[in-house]
């Protein structure tokens, strides 16, 4: 779902109750009440809630998360990344 984030909750829910699996866009919604219930409307009709992070496993992200957890870079303040 790509659409505003202030509707993700309320339209997720929906889909929810209609038996299908939502792809929703990030940010997934602003706080954890609205988190809590998509996952409850997911968990009742037994579909599954998917957040869009299409850089989770590039290289290059997996290679930072490795340095990161190892400290081999020191404390991080701050990241920026281009495509």
Known sequence: MATLHD???DLT?????????????KP??????????????????DVKPLVCFILRYSPPVVKAKELID????????G?????
Request: charged residues 30%; hydrophobic residues 50%.
């Open 7 to 9: 509707t993700h909750a």
């Open 13 to 25: 829910i929906r889909v929810a109750e209609v038996d299908r699996h939502v792809l929703v866009e």
């Open 28 to 45: 997934i919604v602003m706080n954890l009440g609205d988190v809590d219930r998509m996952i409850g409307a997911c968990k009742r009709a």
């Open 70 to 77: 190892a400290n081999a870079i020191g404390d991080i303040i």
């Open 79 to 83: 990241i920026r990344r281009l495509y």
